[in-house]
């Protein structure tokens, strides 16, 4: 069952979490040489990204990747890797190894090969997954009702091109098999509405209709659901 954490307002989680994140971090950087974070894009992450940023790790030994992507160059607004270029790698994590999704293929199905041998290649398990949850209960780009959702919930390939009916661009987004490669996931939601869809997400129903039930339901990663109003 997943850990519900609820926090007074936005600013405590952001706290909150930093040190959960950091203290993975370190304790994966102690016993081994590298330590991989996946984070995920939007606004919402964008406080986090700055505090760990300040954060005193050895970041030469940190590599941070992506949930999804959407395919855009880097250069452009809706960018996952110009958010993080933009807010974490950043101060002391300057010194952090980016992994970035996009490859400039003209498609993402172009890209599904060379992106998958580099996630292969780094460390496994990863020591931290951040993810967040949309409106629709889709995580990272398992969309429901996206005529690949089904592969992205069932294939052991790291990533999947996936052309979302109702949001902007493709994308390349980790399978959940991938984003199961984790010690440690972290939902981090806000609002009354994000969380009344916890709640049904939590409760009974296919997975197809609420994607984050994939996550919220299974056994083999601990799961901490980080929420603020």
Not at 58 to 64: G, K, S, Y
Not at 92 to 119: C, H, I, N, Y
């Amino acid at each position: 069952m997943p850990a519900l954490r609820e926090w007074a307002d936005l600013a405590t989680l952001t706290a909150a979490l930093t040190q959960h994140v950091a203290r993975r971090l370190k304790e994966d950087l102690a016993r081994q040489d590298q330590a991989v974070l996946v984070v995920s894009g939007g606004r919402s992450p964008v406080p986090l990204f700055k505090a760990l940023a300040a954060q005193p790790l050895a970041w030469d030994r940190v590599v941070i990747t992506l949930a999804d992507e959407r395919w855009v160059p880097p250069d452009h607004p809706d960018s996952n890797e110009a958010l993080v270029r933009a807010h974490l790698i950043q101060g002391r994590a300057t010194k952090a190894r980016l992994v970035p999704l996009w490859t400039g293929d003209a498609t993402p199905e172009a890209a599904v090969p060379a992106v998958s041998l580099a996630l292969a290649a780094l460390p496994q398990p990863f020591s931290q997954v951040i993810l967040g949850m949309g409106e629709d209960g889709h995580v990272a780009s398992l969309f429901p009702g996206a005529s690949e959702l089904a592969d992205g919930l069932s294939t052991e390939i790291p990533v999947l091109a996936v052309r979302p009916q109702h949001a902007p661009h493709p994308r390349l987004s980790l399978s959940l098999h991938a984003l199961l490669q984790s010690r440690d996931i972290v939902l981090m939601i806000s609002g009354t509405a994000k969380r009344h869809l916890l709640q049904r997400a939590l409760g009974e129903g296919p997975v197809e209709e609420l994607p984050v039930r994939a996550i919220l339901r299974q056994s083999a990663v601990p799961v901490s659901i980080f929420w603020a109003p």
